[in-house]
């Protein structure tokens, strides 16, 4: 896009933006806005305008710019992102990083990975991407649309993937999910309670089966309980609600998983957890 039309677009969105956002989140949602927007019809300054004029009236209303772009960033990749999935975190991209460095400690073969819960697929595909002793990858969730999403953020990945729309919750249902070295999971982690003070952009947007789970440690106990049956030598890797994370230690020390560690994130909060299997 020319730079005349770039500073146009940028100045007609921090204007449209008044009222709503304060002059530098206006900007900086407009700077991310036109770094990320693929127009549908680039080549007519009228197709610009009229697609920015509807985009406008969705941020107006705290429409997430992620989705009103199709896109995240995470992990320094750009991910497919739609209302079907949770906008990738950054938290999430430090347990990327974590996984990563434990498992290049612990493991050197050929790895069978599987993400409970993969949304967009942006934990597991990351994590797979850039791990290379990982050489298949599961990739589980519960929604069909999310699960479009992920696909398509796979693309025409070198990885050996498998998409699996199975509620995991359901235990009958775990016949079949066997073989993993490797048990990443961002599960839903919100309690209902906290839906009060939660933003806007995030309650009214964002998909409630990928925020809350009752009571909030109910994947935990899932997942350890998944994990302890294996046979094999396992190492998960899960994000956590940090409100409840002494009842997330407890639940996987009872599961008798080894090697048990709690994560800060970078703001300081117990943030993830991790524990091997033997
Ligand atoms: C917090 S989101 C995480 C998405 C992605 N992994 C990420 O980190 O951005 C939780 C995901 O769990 C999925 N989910 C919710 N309930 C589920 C269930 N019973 N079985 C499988 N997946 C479920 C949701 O559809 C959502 O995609």
Same mark, same amino acid.
């Given at each position: 896009m020319v730079s005349g039309l770039k500073h146009k677009l940028f100045k007609k969105i921090v204007s449209g933006l008044e009222g709503v956002y304060d002059t530098r989140e206006a900007?900086?949602?407009?700077?991310y806005y036109l770094e990320d927007k693929t127009f549908e019809n680039p080549d007519t300054a009228e197709g610009i305008m009229d697609e920015l004029a509807m985009d406008i009236i969705d941020l107006r209303k705290k429409k997430p710019f992620q989705y009103v772009v199709g896109k995240a960033y995470f992990y320094d990749q750009l991910y497919h992102v739609?209302? /079907?999935?949770?906008? *990738?975190? *950054?938290e999430t991209e430090e347990l990327v990083y974590i996984s990563n460095k434990m498992i290049g400690q612990q493991m050197t073969d050929k790895l069978n990975a599987l993400d409970i819960g993969c949304g967009s697929g942006c934990l597991g595909l990351s994590l797979a991407r850039s791990c290379k002793v990982i050489k298949k990858l @599961? =990739? =589980?969730d519960i929604s069909a649309s999310a699960l479009e999403v992920a696909k398509k953020n796979a693309g025409s990945t070198e990885l050996d993937c498998e998409f699996l729309q199975i509620d995991f919750l359901n235990e $009958? /249902?775990?016949? !079949? =999910?066997? !073989?993993? @070295?490797?048990i990443l999971s961002n599960p839903p982690y919100i309690d209902t309670s906290e839906a009060k003070t939660m933003e806007s952009n995030v309650l009214d947007y964002e998909p409630h089966v990928a925020l809350f789970a009752e009571p909030p440690t109910l994947f935990y106990e899932k997942i350890a309980k998944f994990s302890a049956l294996s046979d094999r030598k396992i190492f998960v890797a899960v994000e956590c609600n *940090?409100?409840?994370?002494?009842?997330?230690?407890?639940?996987? $020390?009872a599961s008798e998983a080894k090697n048990i560690i709690v994560h800060k994130d970078l703001q300081g909060k117990d943030r993830h957890l991790t524990c091997n299997y033997s």
């Open positions: 900007e900086n949602i407009a700077r739609n209302e /079907n999935v949770l906008i *990738p975190r *950054p @599961d =990739l =589980l $009958e /249902n775990w016949e !079949g =999910l066997s !073989g993993y @070295d490797v *940090p409100i409840f994370i002494e009842k997330v230690v407890s639940i996987f $020390e």
